[in-house]
């Protein structure tokens, strides 16, 4: 391979299979910054972009998948601000218009002008709808979008960078009610609680974050047995398989209140039915997951009263320094299966079969 190519993995046509293949190097200019891709992590939402029909989403193909990406510095345009060339660093992945007042704050995530973006067809941010960091480098628009990560390996900053930002922002959505409903003592059993509901990529990150940063008893609950275990590993009180009698189950180690917060990782039918089910009067729901359930919101109905509920979308850069210190605290470790770049289609259809124990993660080979 000649020094102006390098190797990415692209979405050439909805449906993929995506295809590992050669492209021009790329060259930054204005405020743009170059990464040599260190670590790139897999998920879910990587798997709705390749099975997406050519009208499901707002993007041009073709284009590099892989929102979740940690690397080094190694070239900056001549504006470019932020992180220096040789620092290591973890990219912000929802890449706004950088001049609304959200953007402004740090909260690319929810861009007033989305829409816009959306329209023009310019894509939400790194792999998704631009090129993102399945690939051996990835040009990153702006200097904002780095936050340095100092000496955290790679392969356990990438993961940060979507699951763990996505399900600190989730906690934070619920924070109202886990400060309401926290146990005075992290191991009491009895009192009320939060639930997270599947213990996947972020699942289990997220019962991490909530053990570092609130008192509350933390239950999780998952479909397969493994997944409680890897719960248990990251500091759940109580783990339990999706049953006809969960709810109950639930209830009965909240007390008999039910929860103060819902974190559902899955957002499946049966997931938000059950979510409903568990949940304490005035609590939080908030449905991170894309499972394809659906919840019919009206008075009186199933939901409890005075619920909240929230659809948590990634988080603000801001949170993703937040869960960068707490990595690097040592309270928050990403449970990661490593492949090679070269071996993605391995890595998809690992995850795909959900065979994948935490995330996924590709490293440059």
Request: hydrophobic fraction near 45%; proline fraction near 6%; include cysteine.
């Amino acid at each position: 391979m000649s020094t102006d190519r390098t190797r990415a993995v692209r979405l050439t046509r909805w449906g993929g299979p995506p295809i590992l293949t050669e492209v021009t190097r790329p060259t930054p200019t204005g405020e743009e910054v170059l990464l040599r891709v260190e670590a790139a992590g897999l998920c879910r939402s990587d798997l709705h972009v390749i099975d997406a029909r050519p009208a499901d989403l707002p993007y041009r193909i073709p284009f590099t998948l892989g929102h979740e990406v940690a690397g080094r510095v190694v070239e900056r345009g001549p504006l470019a601000t932020g992180p220096a060339v040789g620092e290591r660093v973890v990219v912000y992945g929802p890449w706004g218009c950088g001049s609304c007042a959200r953007c402004v704050i740090g909260a690319e995530n929810y861009c007033d002008r989305r829409a816009a973006l959306d329209a023009d067809r310019v894509g939400t941010g790194a792999g998704l709808g631009r090129d993102g960091g399945m690939a051996d480098l990835l040009l990153v628009p702006s200097g904002r979008s780095l936050v340095p990560v100092a000496d955290l390996a790679a392969a356990q900053a990438a993961p940060l960078s979507d699951a763990g930002l996505t399900a600190y922002h989730a906690v934070a959505s619920a924070r109202r009610a886990l400060g309401d409903g926290a146990s005075d003592e992290a191991g009491d059993d009895a009192g009320p609680g939060v639930v997270v509901l599947g213990i996947g990529g972020l699942g289990h990150l997220a019962v991490q974050i909530l053990r570092a940063t609130t008192t509350a008893q933390v239950l999780a609950v998952d479909v397969r047995e493994e997944a409680l275990a890897l719960a248990d590993e990251c500091g759940a009180h109580f783990g339990t398989l999706l049953r006809p009698d969960t709810a109950t189950v639930l209830r009965g180690r909240t007390g008999g209140v039910g929860a103060v917060a819902v974190l559902d990782f899955v957002g499946s039918r049966s997931s938000l039915e059950l979510g409903a089910a568990v949940l304490r009067a005035g609590g939080e729901l908030a449905v991170v997951g894309s499972g394809g359930g659906e919840l019919t919101v009206r008075k009186p109905g199933a939901l409890p009263p005075g619920t909240r509920i929230s659809l948590p979308f990634w988080g603000t850069r801001p949170e993703l320094e937040a869960v960068v210190a707490l990595a690097r605290d040592g309270v928050l470790k990403a449970g990661i299966e490593r492949f090679a770049l070269s071996g993605a289609t391995e890595a998809i259809a690992k995850l795909r079969s959900g065979d994948v124990r935490g995330r996924a993660v590709l490293i440059p080979d």
